[in-house]
């Protein structure tokens, strides 16, 4: 078979030309038939056949080059002439039409030198036939109208972030020849077209939020700067690029919030301290979602929320205190009434309940339970809950507001679910307190009172609420009250036993006797005093001791008559009466029986009582509601000379009387205790660091045991100095003689 005759470069390539003027005919939107698979095929073949001739015939280097030229030449005959004549959306629209026939245009030619792409190209490391199509289109056209195009983007996203609607896809489409051009990178994207955006987003906002700082409400002003930000976001969804959305979000959050944050927030009738004081949840919970977006943006916030929950506590003492003292001024006026104090001071509690329940919902719903805004509200609650009401101790008004709760007769008169509920966050409550230990002792004492007279309202509540407290403030600061609920179904079951006791010996006393014994450890101490019995008493007294030496081995009791109650039968001339007193006040009346009169000294040498306690008695029985003695000289005071009868002519409409004992100032007892306890506390505290680290500087030490100690109470500087003094002197501690501030522990 003959050789075939090689093709030269100019007969082939004019051939080639006829076929590119057909396909640009095309392109054009000229009269011109389709290509059809035989003007493919020979198009293609042509080229086949000029690649791979033998030398000096192969014209590969030629054709690569007029392949570059072809689309050269279109651009610059057709390409270009129609953008320049162009401006805005109606350059956008050629470009893009420009550019569409461009693609299809490397498509085909891509696909008549096919054959260079996959051998000439591939052997000498070039562009690949559609990268130096792009490139053509890239270095002729791109490079004279990004400018342009550019702009006319920006115009009809300005447009649109002014109200009118805009042809996004074109934006879209535009936008996607930069990054096509960045031939696998965002170069083109970025420095061409997304550094102006940019910069034109954050003039845009910056003109708007100048105007809208002025003239609207905060709450107005963050609806607007939240639907920009959706707008921006939508924005990035129908046609910027996903990399742009944080760059875009990051200019408008600056313009719009960073840059006026503080005076937005301290606008006067509408900033934040505004929405908190009118409750306007809703534009919270938008200040909040705004406000998170930039950095430290919200730590404003919840300094403004943190100062509102403090005022609105510090309101509530105040409010309070003034109760409280106008009470006093009215009573000193018209004389005692109903203490109205202890009833404010139980609404004070009840109130910080409300409010804490209030602003944590606000937490949880306006500020997304965030850390930060806890953080606030524990802080707040921890300033204004630590104040004094009235005198009174946070500590001492939820221990009185529990025994209020849990005693027979409270005057919350609530459903088992809200006691329960309520016990719950007077706990959440006691977080806050720093005198734990002042509760501690505080609640124990009215625990005591409720259990030994009976007058729990319900064992349920009482264990339900220690073992809440107990998950509180751990095992130790419940121990003694667990201790002493228990004391009590012990002494239950003893009781039992004694009747049981009594029985099977055949033995009767004269009066019917019940004993609480208790263990001295879990109870509040309490002042015993050696007072000379009635016979009837002694009698019973007698009995239970040795019936308890038989039963209970090396343990040694001591009666606290001060606890005890007595019913006496008193034969009124009107009628009889029965009388529950204190043990006390029964041997006192008791002493009556027998004689017409006795004076004061008589009756102290028989009772053998203290001048404090003996007035406290009789003026429970001469002065106070119930005067079942009568005095000579009458009086509203005890005098040591005055005589004492029992006043035959008492009566009541009542045939059964309760008389109470004026109470003893319980606080000053509590404090002392608590004070005891306190430097019991820091002196185990100070000896247990400086065994484990034997040698400790002064400041370290303290702060170690302030940090040890603050779960139950907040120990004082002075104090901590005085028990370090105090172990150097029982030698615990020694100090270093070169170094006064360092201190060696001695075993």
Not at 630 to 653: C, E, M, Y
Not at 714 to 738: G, V
Request: net charge neutral; proline share 3%.
């Amino acid at each position: 078979m003959a050789d075939r005759k090689p093709i030269e470069l100019a007969e082939g390539w004019s051939f080639m030309e006829k076929g590119i003027q057909k396909l640009i005919r095309l392109l054009e939107g000229e009269p011109e038939d389709q290509f059809n698979a035989e003007q493919y095929m020979h198009l293609y073949t042509t080229i086949y056949n000029m690649c791979t001739q033998k030398p000096p015939h192969d014209y590969s280097e030629q054709l690569y080059s007029k392949y570059r030229d072809a689309f050269n030449k279109y651009i610059n005959e057709k390409v270009l002439p129609s953008l320049r004549e162009h401006r805005d959306e109606v350059l956008l629209k050629e470009l893009y039409q420009r550019w569409g026939n461009h693609k299809l245009m490397v498509r085909w030619l891509s696909r008549f030198f096919n054959y260079l792409d996959r051998y000439y190209v591939l052997r000498h490391s070039l562009h690949p036939l559609k990268d130096v199509g792009l490139l053509c289109f890239k270095d002729l056209v791109y490079v004279e109208i990004k400018k342009r195009t550019k702009d006319g983007v920006l115009l009809l996203v300005e447009k649109e972030r002014e109200g009118e609607l805009v042809d996004r896809a074109l934006v879209k489409n535009i936008l996607g020849i930069f990054i096509e051009l960045g031939m696998s990178n965002m170069d083109c994207y970025e420095k061409d077209f997304e550094e102006y955006l940019l910069t034109e987003t954050s003039a845009f906002y910056r003109r708007k939020a100048s105007q809208w700082i002025e003239q609207d409400s905060c709450p107005d002003y963050m609806l607007k700067a939240e639907e920009c930000l959706r707008l921006e976001e939508e924005r990035v969804d129908n046609y910027l690029h996903a990399t742009t959305r944080n760059k875009l979000l990051k200019e408008v959050e600056t313009e719009l919030l960073s840059n006026y944050e503080t005076r937005l927030l301290t606008k006067e009738h509408s900033g934040c301290a505004a929405l908190l004081r009118d409750d306007k949840t809703e534009d919270l919970a938008r200040m909040y979602r705004l406000f998170q977006r930039i950095p430290k943006g919200l730590d404003p916030v919840a300094d403004i929320f943190k100062e509102h929950v403090d005022s609105e506590g510090m309101k509530l003492v105040k409010e309070v205190t003034e109760a409280v003292e106008l009470a006093k001024e009215k009573q000193a006026k018209t004389g005692p009434s109903r203490d109205t104090g202890t009833s404010a001071e139980q609404q004070y509690v009840r109130a910080v309940i409300d409010l804490h329940d209030k602003y944590l919902q606000y937490v949880s719903t306006c500020f997304c339970n965030s850390s930060l805004f806890h953080k606030s509200l524990k802080e707040a609650f921890e300033n204004f809950v630590n104040k004094s009401v009235a005198g009174s101790t946070s500590a001492e008004l939820m221990a009185s507001f529990c025994d209020n709760l849990l005693k027979k007769g409270g005057s919350e008169k609530l459903s088992d679910e809200a006691i329960e509920e309520t016990l719950e966050k007077v706990v959440k409550l006691l977080a806050y307190v720093s005198d734990k230990d002042m509760f501690a002792e505080f609640y124990r004492k009215k625990l005591s009172r409720r259990l030994l007279q009976d007058k729990s309202a319900s064992d349920d509540h009482e264990r339900s609420l220690l073992s809440r407290l107990k998950q509180q403030c751990g095992a130790q600061f419940t121990s003694k009250m667990e201790g002493m609920v228990t004391d009590l179904q012990l002494a239950k079951e003893k009781q039992q036993h004694f009747d049981d006791w009594l029985k099977e010996k055949g033995s009767k006393l004269p009066i019917d006797l019940s004993v609480t014994v208790l263990t001295t450890g879990f109870w509040p101490t309490y002042k015993s005093i050696d007072v000379a019995l009635p016979r009837e008493m002694v009698e019973g007294v007698e009995v239970y001791r040795s019936y308890y030496d038989s039963d209970s081995k090396h343990r040694k009791l001591t009666w606290i008559y001060t606890l005890g109650t007595a019913v006496l039968r008193g034969n009124f001339d009107s009628k009889p009466i029965e009388m529950q007193m204190n043990t006390l006040q029964a041997a006192l009346c008791m002493l009556l029986n027998d004689v017409d009169e006795l004076s004061y000294g008589e009756i102290q040498e028989r009772l053998r009582l203290p001048d404090d306690d003996l007035q406290r008695l009789l003026h429970s029985l001469v002065c106070a509601k119930y005067k079942i003695i009568k005095k000579d000289p009458d009086g509203k005071s005890i005098g040591k000379s005055d005589k004492f009868a029992f006043n035959n002519r008492f009566t009541d409409k009542m045939r059964r009387i309760k008389i109470p004992l004026p109470p003893l100032d319980e606080k000053k007892k509590v404090m002392e205790d608590v004070d005891k306890d306190r430097r019991y506390a820091i002196d185990a505290a100070i000896v247990r660091i400086m065994k484990s680290r034997k040698v400790l500087q002064h400041q370290t030490l303290v702060m170690e045991v302030i940090q040890q100690l603050q779960r139950m109470f907040k120990p004082d500087l002075k104090l901590i100095k005085k028990r370090i003094e105090d172990l150097i002197q029982r030698e615990y501690l020694e100090r270093d003689k070169d170094n006064p501030t360092l201190f060696k522990y001695l075993a």
